[in-house]
């Protein structure tokens, strides 16, 4: 571990209580700053999250020509440059940690005749980027990556791009935007075919800013077709609370005994609500209270009591709509009465960090009994007793903010405390993630 990084100790803790909002949902906040800034005119945010990821979201739009700004109030307001007018920047675009900025803003840039060199840090320049490299090539961007075809990497956009239909070869929300955003300045239809549906965040915003956009089916995959160089109108949108920030309160206070909390305005789009099915499966205690929309995405209050959960052979077909919650359900089942079975999961491995790999052994110094497979982990749960792992153990987040959030919910729930080598991604999705926890365990 370097000496800059913030290690910290999670330790046992009082039941959660009360009432808390999490911050706005990161994928719809990078979308709100891509969509707006390709929009002529002023667009409006209430409730971006303002972490690093989308930070480094709202620095690439102004490094290609939007103007992008907070007032006091926390509103942020976007003027676009419109479909087809990104600007050469001066400067590498840093991603940082955000593979999600990395791959929609290579999609955005595919289609515009500027090049750009795409950077971000050590655990972004591992992650897989053939993906994107491979249909935005197809429609005429050219990329020089480095060998492993990985960032840093440098991208020649087209400019005219060629329209492609395209069939996702991994379930990827992020790879079925790059190919939309790079769409929307190519002529004529670009078509994503998706086997297997993914967040469809991009759909309904692309709608909302006006573009061109069809969805079908096709023997039983979905079909999105969009039509290109259509100008986007400018919108006033509220970003919904992120579900995957939720879900480290919703396991809290189910594993926490005595626990009654309520979590406000909480993203309830079906694409992401996988891991609230999963728990009520296990016997969790989540009540959904006042169910509505907000900015086109359904939104609830989740009212989470303490239960005590029984572990289940988890079904993969539900791996989409909780990609990232997989962490800490590990933490759950570990928790359970029995063992949960998890499959279909080797996406796990090309995240922030090999979340499989990590979180099993994450989970080993807390003492969970938990067996590794490629495509899951199979963990034998203690049946509620607490985790009770060597006192001095620390746990290795390899750059992955969900480890370091998954970990501190273990450390609620273990007999001496878990230690985290570093906190310090948490800032990328989750910002006031330790006060929150501070606020609702007083
Ligand atoms: O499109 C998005 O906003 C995201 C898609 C998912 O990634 P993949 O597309 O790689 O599954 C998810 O893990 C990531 O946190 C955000
Ligand atoms: C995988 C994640 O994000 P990204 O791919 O944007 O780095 C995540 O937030 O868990």
């Known amino acids: 571990m370097n000496d800059t990084a913030a290690s910290h100790r999670f330790s046992p803790a009082g039941p959660l209580r009360g009432s808390i909002a999490v911050p706005g949902d990161k994928s719809i906040s990078h979308r709100s700053l891509i969509l707006g800034a390709m929009a002529v005119g002023e667009t409006r945010v209430s409730g971006l999250l303002e972490g690093e ?3 480094a979201t709202a620095a690439a739009m102004r490094a290609m020509g939007a103007d992008v700004h907070r007032d006091e109030d926390a509103t942020w307001h976007v003027h676009g440059v419109g479909v087809g007018g990104l600007l050469q920047p001066e400067a590498a675009i840093d991603c940082g940690n955000s593979g999600t900025s990395a791959r929609l803003l290579m999609g955005l840039v595919a289609s515009h005749g500027i090049a750009v060199t795409f950077t971000g840090d050590a655990s972004l320049s591992k992650r897989p980027m053939g993906r994107v490299i491979d249909p935005l090539s197809q429609m ?3 990329f020089t990556p480095s060998p492993d075809g990985t960032m840093p990497l440098m991208l020649e956009g087209a400019h005219p791009a060629v329209p492609i239909a395209y069939r996702l070869p991994v379930a990827s929300a992020q790879v079925k935007s790059a190919v939309l955003l790079a769409g929307l300045n190519t002529p004529g239809v670009t078509s994503v075919i998706e086997p297997v549906p993914t967040r469809d965040h991009s ?3 692309l709608r909302g800013f006006g573009a061109e956009l069809e969805i079908g089916e096709d023997n039983g995959a979905r079909v999105i077709r969009l039509t290109g160089q259509v100008d986007l109108r400018p919108q006033t949108l509220t970003v919904p609370g992120d579900p995957s920030s939720a879900a480290f309160f919703m396991v809290a206070a189910t594993l926490v005994e005595g626990s009654d909390l309520t979590i406000r305005n909480v993203g309830m789009n079906p694409t992401r609500a996988g891991l609230v099915d999963v728990l009520r499966q296990m016997g969790a205690n989540i009540e959904d209270i006042d169910a509505r929309e907000v900015g086109g995405e359904p939104v609830a209050d989740l009212r989470v009591r303490h239960a005590t959960l029984t572990g289940i052979e988890v079904d993969p077909a539900v791996a989409p709509s ?3 919650e997989f962490p800490v359900l590990f933490v759950a089942a570990a928790l359970a009465q029995g063992t ?33 497979r490629e495509d899951g982990l199979t963990i034998q749960g203690t049946g509620g ?8 153990a620390r746990v290795k987040t390899h750059l992955d903010h969900r480890i370091a959030m998954s970990m501190a919910v273990a450390g609620l729930v273990s007999r001496d405390g878990v230690e985290v080598d570093d906190t310090s991604p948490i800032a990328t999705s989750f910002p006031n993630f330790m006060a929150l926890l501070d606020e609702v365990t007083r």
């Open 203 to 205: 759909e309904r915003m």
């Open 322 to 324: 909780m990609i990232d």
């Open 53 to 55: 990821d989308v930070l």
């Open 385 to 392: 007793e607490p985790l009770r792992g060597s006192a001095n």
């Open 340 to 372: 949960t079975v998890t499959r279909g999961l080797e996406e796990l491995r090309v995240k922030e960090s090999d979340r499989l790999a990590t979180m099993a052994a994450a989970l080993e110094t807390t003492g969970a009994r938990v067996e590794e």
């Open 140 to 142: 005429g961007a050219r």
